[in-house]
């Protein structure tokens, strides 16, 4: 007897502590939104909390680059969670296209992300507000739970946060002080809205070039939620804002996903209303770009809204905005947790509903205008970079075909006639993944209101440069991987020399373990012939007589680096060409290595910055030097022999202290506003292309809606232009017959005389995307990419940015052949 009492009190007891936790403020040992908790405390706490609970399971999915922990939780009624694989399975069936028989009778899956920008730091604060509230339900709460699952990412950006509240926690007074000309309310550069290498991870959704974007997709995609919600801040002096989303909405998202932020906007004005807190709605923040936190879901099937609150960095603890009143923490986080909590009650309001819909979203055939994507194999590495992006993504795909068929060209604008080849990409729209597939691929974007909240321009085909085709017909590829003939990698060791081509990023990686081993390596500037063979310029040559003692002490050498790349070579055993100059000819220089140097600081664009660190670290694994801006007057030509400005406000004064360490034999690479420091500075010829337009009349009723008008046909967010290029000109090689870029800005410049105009923008050049009347008045007969010599030295123009967001693939050639083969 007394064995079965102890053993009831132990289960009593185990069931009273499972049904407790402790709150953030206990836990913490502060009061929750009286300071900015570090993520690591962060995770304690939620680590801590799952682990009382028994209706709470803790997901460690990754690490971020500074190796910080991505966590989530999944929230429910204990009876969900005891099954929660199996409605996870049921919820992938949802998804499967064409699958009718899936069960709509599971609960609705909600997922809450906070803290993207890692100076948006209240989401996180009222994250764990949330935590609380959910492990310690009401009853109402509990019910909720019954029909709803929720997810929750405390942080998806742990080191741009921990970059922010390390700095404001070092730099605040003890008495927490509202007046912002405090240093706490003013963060130095680079802030901590970014991820280590400064990307706004809020717009790396559907590229996932960051590692905290891949694992965090990984995960999505196993959940597919039917409602996501993203927890952001704006302006401290800004109400709150909340769904529904503001014009322009792209034309494919669907009836229900537009009614249902009208749905959950009415909620969350109920409490709002009760508190008499500000809010707005329509307004700002559309539904276009597909790389945000709410469009991104969107074209998964859920409904995907963005949350902000006034505050930010500039906020701090406590802040005086401009009504007089104070802003602090705990508002905000307070504010951040009450549209949460009602979110998930609208919700649970519409589980089934919720449910129905979303498998609807994944069953109906596409009847979009077109039915079929083709994209050309005519570059086998950014194919396969297209293709891991697919994979990434989900999207499904086959290969080939036999059958002739009219279809778009996107390169054209025209329909024309085309065959599917055997290694053509083939994306057919009848797939769970229809929608997200289209606004990827589709050529041109409709947009309702210029007005917009970012780019308006992305079709993966011109950011791969491969030649492409939209079909109404809906096409199945024939095979469902490609064709690959592995090249013979046999090497001759007594070849007189090994030639390989240069055309893509991969190449410069080779280039580069062969500079690692002591190979030395030359580069032929002009065209020639050879067993047969035509070389053009840009083609690369190790000599056996540059190499003889490496050679001859390390067999094999050479050999091992190009299979490791798996590149094609072609020995040869005579130097005396067919046509061009002989191998022995100066025409074939010794190649140097960069050694690069990257500039840092406040004058720099960070975002900039951090896109050109990211590609030669982790997609170049090449090593550079970050420089502070006031060094670079420093530099030796010996150490470092390339310097990179990002996008940036340098001054007039940068070209004076650089002009020396140029005529040394410096290379010097300017990014877009970089150029500007440039501008009619003796030697430098670059000139900014001057254009006046005569001026419009206004019309009579001319008011603030007019003027709104007038302001948006001056400006340019986000289009595609075709350039023309010099395909000669080593800057373009691997590039083929022409150039497609991004441009964000209205800057074009005079064509070069004793210079190289290695892009240029003609009048015809516009693709796709919304660019204002004025602008386009503008953007014709002018360059944008291009280089001049200074004695012995080189300066390169991007008057476009290459690696835009690292999802711009034919860039990242262009900006590679400035490292290594423009001399």
């Not at 996932?208 to 997709?217: G, L, T």
């Not at 060791?493 to 390989?500: G, L, N, P, S, T």
């Not at 050679?551 to 046509?579: A, R």
């Not at 150490?639 to 007039?652: F, S």
Request: charged fraction near 20%; charge should be neutral; aromatic fraction near 12%.
């Amino acid at each position: 007897m007394k064995k079965l009492l102890l053993l009831g009190f132990l289960i009593f007891l185990k069931s009273s502590l499972l049904a407790q936790s402790p709150s953030p403020s206990s836990f913490l040992g502060y009061e929750l939104g009286s300071k900015f908790t570090p993520h690591y405390k962060v995770v304690s706490y939620f680590k801590t909390v799952s682990e009382n609970h028994n209706h709470i399971k803790y997901i460690n999915y990754g690490k971020t680059y500074e190796n910080r922990d991505l966590i989530a939780v999944v929230i429910s009624s204990p009876e969900n969670i005891a099954r929660l694989e199996e409605i996870k399975k049921n919820n992938q069936q949802l998804t499967v296209f064409g699958n009718s028989s899936a069960s709509t009778d599971q609960p609705a899956i909600v997922w809450l992300s906070y803290n993207v920008h890692g100076n948006e730091a209240s989401s996180t604060e009222s994250a764990m507000k949330m935590l609380h509230t959910l492990a310690n339900p009401t009853e109402q709460i509990k019910n909720w739970l019954k029909n709803t699952i929720v997810i929750i990412d405390p942080c998806l950006n742990p080191d741009g946060r921990d970059r922010y509240v390390s700095y404001f926690n070092s730099s605040t007074s003890k008495l927490t002080n509202p007046n912002t000309i405090s240093r706490e309310h003013s963060e130095p550069w680079p802030g901590g809205r970014s991820n280590h290498y400064y990307f706004d991870l809020n717009r790396d959704w559907a590229w996932q070039s960051q590692i905290e974007s891949q694992n965090r997709i990984k995960l999505y995609n196993e959940w597919m939620p039917q409602v996501h919600v993203d927890f952001h801040e704006q302006g401290y002096n800004d109400p709150y804002y909340f769904a529904p989303a503001a014009e322009p909405i792209h034309a494919d998202i669907t009836p229900w996903q537009r009614e249902f932020q009208e749905i959950v906007g009415k909620n969350n004005a109920k409490y709002f209303d009760q508190n008499g807190w500000l809010y707005f709605t329509k307004e700002r923040f559309d539904l276009l770009y597909p790389a945000y936190g709410d469009t991104y879901p969107m074209y998964n099937g859920a409904i995907g809204m963005t949350y902000e609150q006034g505050g930010g960095a500039a906020a701090g603890l406590a802040v005086v905005m401009e009504n007089g009143e104070l802003l602090t923490l705990k508002d905000r986080l307070e504010h951040h947790f009450t549209s949460g909590l009602a979110t998930i009650e609208t919700a649970s309001l519409n589980s089934k509903r919720l449910v129905t819909e979303f498998k609807k979203f994944f069953q109906q055939p596409s009847n979009r205008k077109y039915k079929t994507y083709v994209v050309q194999a005519a570059h086998e590495e950014r194919m396969a970079k297209l293709i891991s992006l697919l994979d990434n993504n989900q999207i499904e795909y086959a290969f080939g075909g036999d059958k002739m068929y009219s279809a778009y060209s996107f390169q054209s604008g025209k329909q024309e006639q085309v065959k599917i080849n055997r290694n053509d990409l083939v994306i057919n729209l009848n797939q769970r993944k229809a929608m997200l597939a289209n606004v990827l691929f589709e050529p041109s974007t409709f947009v309702s209101d210029s007005n917009t909240y970012d780019i308006t321009a992305w079709a993966l085909p011109f950011a791969y440069n491969l030649p492409a085709f939209a079909l109404t017909e809906s096409v199945k590829g024939k095979y469902e991987g490609l064709e690959i003939k592995r090249p013979n990698l046999d090497f001759a060791d007594r070849a007189y020399a090994w030639i390989f081509n240069w055309n893509s990023i991969s190449d410069s990686k080779l280039l580069s373990a062969l500079f690692e081993a002591g190979v030395k390596v030359r580069k032929a500037d002009q065209s020639f012939t050879l067993s047969g063979k035509e070389f053009g310029p840009g083609t690369l040559l190790i000599y056996r007589a540059d190499n003889i003692r490496l050679l001859s002490s390390q067999s094999g050498l050479v050999s091992n680096i190009f299979k490791q790349y798996n590149k094609v070579y072609t020995p040869v055993q005579t130097g005396q060409v067919e046509k061009g100059k002989d191998l022995g000819s100066n025409a074939y220089r010794l190649m140097s290595e960069p050694k690069i140097a990257l500039a840092s600081g406040s004058e720099v664009s960070s975002l900039n910055m951090g896109e050109i660190w990211h590609f030669l670290e982790e997609e170049m694994n090449y090593p550079i030097s970050l420089v502070n801006i006031n060094q670079i007057g420093n530099l030796d030509v010996n150490e470092i022999n390339t310097l990179i400005l990002p996008n940036g406000r340098y001054g007039d004064q940068i070209h004076e202290k650089l002009l020396p360490w140029i005529k040394s034999g410096g290379r010097l690479i300017v990014f877009e506003t970089a150029i500007q420091s440039f501008i009619n500075k003796k030697p430098f010829e670059i000139a900014k292309k001057e254009i006046t337009l005569e001026k419009p009349q206004p019309p009579v009723d001319l008011n603030y809606a007019h003027l709104n008008t007038e302001n948006n046909s001056n400006s340019i967010p986000g289009a595609i232009f075709k350039l023309h290029i010099d395909t000669k000109n080593p800057i373009n090689l691997g590039l083929g017959e022409s150039y497609y870029t991004l441009k964000t800005n209205s800057s074009l410049y005079n064509l070069l005389g004793r210079g190289y105009n290695s892009a240029v923008l003609r009048k015809d050049g516009y693709v796709s995307g919304v660019a204002g009347s004025g602008v386009m008045k503008t953007l014709q007969d002018g360059m944008l990419i291009g280089q001049e010599s200074i004695e012995r030295g080189q300066i390169i123009y991007f008057g476009v940015n290459p690696l835009f967001r690292s999802f711009w693939e034919a860039g990242k050639q262009m900006f590679v052949n400035t490292l290594w083969m423009v001399d």
